[in-house]
């Protein structure tokens, strides 16, 4: 029972470079969710998707494109990465949104900005 | 926007001892409350929730919540610490009246037991 899987778990990169994070969930939940995780603030929502096809801008989208071509999967996108980027990615889907049902979160993808 | 406060960003408590983290909401209208537990190097999982049913709301692990208005709190409590609670804890909130998809997060509580 996979739940919620990111890849990679782990990334280093250099300024200026461009880099996806890979989103799957096999619980066929219409909600998906990209969190960043900083020390002290918490997890601050970047993108999310309310179905196929469909994207939101969270709280900090700059910087930050997704795609959700498949119901199953949630991409983000770092097209020129800036090291205030440096964080621990958090993928999360969920049924129906918070209200209606729990956020399932991935393990986490740690980026590196150099 | 709607947010939540934890007062209290590391707690610690001896084994046994009562385990109380705090959360304060900021809204006029209650919105729907919920604490996530992360434990090291893992995601969020979901500990209990509060949607305007039963203000005392219990969890999985032992752990239970109460929603009380006058004082805009939902904190987060245990009887009896064990060594597998340590980990970090969060308060997170979506207003009512909103679209539901928008989960805001509070800063966090690290809680170490202490053997």
């Known amino acids: 029972n996979a739940g919620v899987t990111q890849t990679p778990k782990f990334r280093v990169l250099k300024t200026g470079q461009s880099m996806t994070l890979l989103c799957a969930q096999d619980?066929?939940?219409?909600?998906m969710y990209w969190y960043r995780q900083d020390p002290g603030m918490g997890l601050r929502l970047i993108h999310y998707?309310?179905?196929?096809?469909?994207?939101a801008k969270g709280e900090v989208p700059d910087g930050y494109n997704v795609s959700r071509l498949k119901k199953q999967n949630f991409l983000l996108g770092l097209e020129s990465a800036a090291p205030s980027q440096t964080s621990v990615y958090f993928c999360?889907?969920?049924f129906g949104g918070g209200t209606t049902g729990e956020l399932f979160f991935g393990e986490g993808s740690r980026l590196t900005v150099l | 926007a709607q947010s939540v406060t934890q007062l209290g960003s590391h707690v610690s408590v001896s084994e046994g001892a009562l385990v109380l983290l705090r959360c304060n909401y900021s809204?006029?209208?209650?919105?729907?409350l919920f604490w996530y537990v992360q434990y090291p190097n893992q995601g969020l999982q979901l500990l209990l929730k509060?949607?305007?049913?039963?203000?005392l709301v219990k969890g999985i692990n032992g752990f239970e919540a109460e929603f009380k208005k006058s004082e805009t709190s939902f904190h987060l409590t245990k009887p009896s610490a064990h060594m597998s609670d340590a980990a970090e804890y969060f308060c997170?909130?979506?207003?009512?009246?909103?679209?539901?998809?928008?989960?805001?997060f509070g800063t966090g509580t690290r809680l170490t037991i202490i053997p």
């Open positions: 999360a889907s969920s």
């Open positions: 619980m066929n939940h219409e909600y």
């Open positions: 998707s309310v179905g196929e096809g469909t994207t």
């Open positions: 809204s006029s209208v209650p919105p729907y």
């Open positions: 509060y949607t305007s049913a039963a203000t």
């Open positions: 997170a909130v979506i207003p009512v009246n909103f679209g539901n998809e928008k989960l805001t």
